[in-house]
Structures are given as structure tokens and as C-alpha cells.
């Protein structure tokens, strides 16, 4: 079997789109892979060879297993799935001619087994939510963990839902969604660096090391790009000077480690609004602004709204950023890596 299209939507617009309204929601669809059943004459395909009892008996015969459903750990499974979602809403526009629009967002806005939706009035986060539950339930797609930042909101929901296993939180302050934690109370969004920090405390100062802390950050807006472009200009000095991955680092290499892994704590503490836009007073004019930088070992771009309100007074907002180490043999000069 191949892996099949990468049907998934880009998860740096997904997460803007989260970021947009003043109320947003986000669930996720229970036991996802095995929604899709396998037909009879097609399970000899996903077929997967067990020693039954092995624990018990070291000598155990290998059998052979077929699923009626399809697994996670198939190489098809992401694909199959987002092909289900997207054929389900197809036929659901079929159905619901004038709710096109609202599909169309739903379709755009699931990122694998996760919803998500926002807007500035409860009355249409509500709209998109009831339809949702009604839709999915439809073609037996059941839709969990439901979080919400407006209580009012959560409580219909409740209503709505009569199982009482489904979760439905609107006063959570680590929620998580798309590797992002979510403080509801607080309407903040941060980066989770606890796994990264203990992997670079816990192991040897090597090469490794800092390849399997860094790989645990997942920070797509790009909220600590200042802190993990430290990290990655060290791996690649590491790499131009031929130091192997469990070679210890010592001197300059051993500093610029530490000096990752402190600065990575302090991110602990960096907290970016989540809603994107002020929602009182009203701005009456948006600019959106970007600015780049470089130097002859990393460059970087940032981009923030600027809000002027009706008061008078403005606001900014933190969009994204990105940050690069300059190319290992680059004859690049600062005024080209600023355009690159």
C-alpha cells in the first residue's frame, strides 16, 4: 500500500483561522481511523502476523489477523481518513445547498482527526457547532473533547450533548490543539518546551542530545523562533565541525548549549494573544506589517497586526515569524539574506 495524497491543510493557516474570532471552539472526532469500515473482499490487505500469548509462551505459533476497520499505524490511514472527511462534506453540500459556505470553512478547518471554528459572536460559533454535531453524527463521525473560551457557549453544548463521557471544557489553562497550549481564562497561546527541557537536563551535552530536544518543540507561528534558531545555528556549527552525535561538547559548543537550554526555559514564559484582532473599541483602519533580518549565521521575519482603534490609541498583535540558519557554503551578503 502507498501513503496516498497529503490531503491535510496547512496548519499555520489553520491555527490563523483559530486565532481570528473573539470566541473560538475546537473538538476532535473519537476513534477516527476506525470509523471507516474495510470491505470483506479487501481485508486480506491490511493483514497483521502475531505470536498470540507470546508473554506466556516464548514458543507461540504466529497467526494471521484481518480487521474489519481501518487501523491508525496504516500507511494509508492518514490519507483514507481526510478522503472520508472531505467525501462526507461533499455530500453534505449535496444535501445543504445553502449551508455551502458554512462546509466549506468546516472542510478547510479540520486538520486530520481536529475541528476547528471561530467567530466574534456566540451566535455564530453556536450556528457552526449544532450543525456540526447534526451532520457529523449523520454519518456516524462522533465528534469529542469539546473546548470553548465563552462558558455560555459550553453549557449549550452540554445541552446538546447527552453523553455524559463527552468532555466539553471552557475554563481550562493548558488546553491543548494542534501542539498549542490554549489557556481558555486567559485567552493566551503557548509553546509546550517541558519534554525539550528535560530531554537536554536529563542527557549528556552532545549532538544528540540537542537533536532530540529541539525535535520536540513544535512551534509552526514561530512564537519562539528567536530561542530555536540559537539551536539550530549550533547544530549546524556541529556539523561543519565534524563533531559526532555522541561526541561530548566542550568549550565554545558546551556554552552555546547551555545558553540554549536557559534561554529555552525562559520561553516558558512567553504567551501570545490568541485572538488575532481587538474586539473592543473597534479598529478603524488595519495594517499589516512585517519586517526581516539577517546576519551572516541566521535571518528571520516577523509579522504583527497593527490596529488604529476609534479611541484613538493602537494595538499590536503578534501574526508569526520564521527564522533560518544562512546556507552552510553561501556567498550570500546581509542585504541578500534580508530578501531571501
Known sequence: MTCGDDSLPDVVQVLLRFRQGDIAIVSDIENASLQYGIHSDRRTFPRFFWPLGISRDPQALIREFWSPVLDFGIISSPFIHCAGIKHHIGQLAEQYPERSTLLQDIDRNFYMDDLVASANLVSGVREISEFMFDAFSAGGIKLRRWATNDSALASELRKMEKDPDIQIVSDQPDSKFL?????QPSGSLCI?????????????????????????????????????????????SLWRQKVSRDDLLVEENLESFKNFADTLGEARGVFVNRNLLASQPVAKKRELRAFCDASMEAFGTVVYIRELLDTGGAEVHFVASKARVAPLESEFSIPRLELV
Do not use: C, H, M, Y
Open 179 to 183: 501542539g498549542l497550549s490554549w489557556n
Open 192 to 236: 509546550g518546551v517541558q519534554s525539550a527541557l528535560e530531554t537536554l537536563g536529563s542527557n549528556p551535552p552532545s549532538k544528540r542530545t540537542l537533536l532530540g530536544g529541539t525535535a520536540q518543540i513544535f512551534d509552526p507561528l514561530g512564537f519562539i523562533s528567536p530561542v530555536t534558531i540559537k539551536a539550530k545555528a549550533l547544530l549546524q
